[in-house]
């Protein structure tokens, strides 16, 4: 059984900095891609970035870019999120997926993730 688990949410000010980590278990994982979506009170699940099986392709909204790096470590099969210089509107419940995604052009998109993480608050205040 496929087990994806989030970690590191919590409450930070603004301005401040938090790490998420995604640790997937249950399959091999050999050229999955994986990706971090959000999603807000009233909002619709966003994409925030999303990383390639080699870690040579990474895609971030533009609402993030320059602010958070995606990395992953595959011989863990784990993934994180280094957020930065966060803002109350990254307040969400933060959510990890993986999936069968070999080009740069499909890490954005929900559907072609499998396997999603029950996800992690992370709240920022002002």
């Known amino acids: 059984q496929v087990h994806v688990v989030e970690s590191g949410g919590g409450l930070v000010q603004a301005g401040g900095s938090l790490r998420l980590s995604c640790a997937a278990s249950?399959?091999?994982?050999?050229?999955?891609?994986m990706g971090w979506f959000r999603q807000a009170p009233g909002k619709e699940r966003e994409f925030v970035a999303g990383?390639?099986?080699?870690?040579?392709?990474?895609v971030y909204a533009d609402s993030v870019k320059g602010r958070f790096t995606i990395s992953r470590d595959n011989a863990k099969i784990t993934m994180y999120l280094q957020m930065n210089s966060l803002k109350p509107e990254d307040t969400a419940v933060y959510y990890c997926?993986?999936?069968?995604?070999?080009?740069?052009?499909?890490?954005?998109?929900?559907?072609?993730?499998?396997?999603w993480g029950q996800g992690t608050q992370v709240t920022v205040s002002s």
């Open positions: 997926a993986v999936g069968a995604i070999s080009e740069s052009d499909g890490l954005s998109l929900a559907y072609k993730y499998a396997y």
């Open positions: 249950g399959r091999t994982f050999i050229s999955y891609a």
């Open positions: 990383i390639t099986w080699s870690g040579g392709s990474t």
